[in-house]
């Protein structure tokens, strides 16, 4: 996959870089984007160039803000003069007892999660359009399909609205751009790192493999979606959460 481009959000860390490292290996140039964490985004883009022979740009920007999600795209056209690919990943998820929610935050977990993802979507497809398509993966969560807990019933549904957005940007752009969504179940980094040990326990009693994924392995699926193998997969909800009892 030489001379393509991917711009992955919410690339510092976590699913987001492990994306961002499979792409390279697999020879694609990446914009590694991040919000607050410039160093571990300049950490990974290093990372990145040590071990591949790829081209990588850090990118700061908040993907719920219009004029930063546009300046990136700039950004990213300016130095590469395209983008093939856009892994929407960027998220956030702040669990809090339903009752107590404040309505602030619940409406900043539903524009990072679901209004970046149409911002970051509307500048890419742009860009894709003008030369030809490309392919957006969305990254939503067996949260939007599932019930877990009522405590994260914001982030649930965002999720949910990743994945009836997928179906409409699908639509939209067919058969120029190919959109995808890929759902994990629970995955190894900080977003499920303050769970108790008690919790991960019976989380992991629910999944058929009986552990949390690495990063890596919802990182190849993309990967997967991404490439020329994947060329009449689109408008796909693509669970990858290690099989679930009760589903
Ligand atoms: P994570 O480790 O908490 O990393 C989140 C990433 O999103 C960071 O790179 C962060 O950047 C970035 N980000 C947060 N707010 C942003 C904003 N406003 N603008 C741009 N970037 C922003 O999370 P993760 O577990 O890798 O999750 C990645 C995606 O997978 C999320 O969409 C999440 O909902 C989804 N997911 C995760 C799990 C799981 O169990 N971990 C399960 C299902 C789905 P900074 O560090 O620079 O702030």
Request: aromatic share 12%; no cysteine; glycine share 12%.
């Given at each position: 996959m030489s001379n393509v481009v991917a711009l992955i959000t919410g690339?510092?860390?976590?699913i987001g870089s492990a994306i961002a490292m499979e792409f390279a290996k697999a020879g694609v140039n990446v914009v590694l984007n991040y919000h607050r964490h410039a160093l571990m985004a300049q950490r990974v883009a290093e990372k990145i160039k040590d071990k591949y022979d790829v081209d990588v740009l850090c990118v700061k920007a908040d993907v719920a803000v219009e004029e930063e999600v546009e300046a990136m795209m700039n950004q990213v056209v300016d130095h590469?003069?395209?983008?093939d690919i856009l892994v929407n990943n960027a998220g956030i998820c702040r669990d809090s007892l339903l009752l107590e929610k404040s309505v602030a935050n619940f409406r900043r977990i539903l524009d990072v999660n679901l209004i970046g993802t149409y911002l970051c979507s509307k500048y890419a497809a742009k860009v894709m359009l003008e030369r030809g398509g490309g392919k957006i993966i969305n990254i939503s969560s067996t949260n939007a399909i599932d019930t877990y807990y009522p405590e994260s019933c914001d982030y649930d549904a965002s999720k949910a609205g990743v994945i009836s957005l997928t179906h409409n940007l699908a639509r939209e752009f067919a058969p120029h751009i190919l959109v995808n969504c890929v759902c994990p179940g629970w995955v190894k980094t900080d977003m499920s790192d303050g769970l108790s040990i008690e919790q991960i326990q019976e989380e992991e009693n629910k999944i058929l493999l009986h552990r949390f994924a690495d990063p890596e392995e919802v990182a190849k699926v993309v990967l997967f979606l991404a490439?020329?193998?994947?060329?009449?997969?689109?408008d796909s909800i693509i669970r990858v959460d290690g099989g679930k009892l009760n589903n």
């Open positions: 690339a510092s860390r976590g590469f003069g395209k983008i490439s020329s193998k994947a060329s009449y997969i689109n």
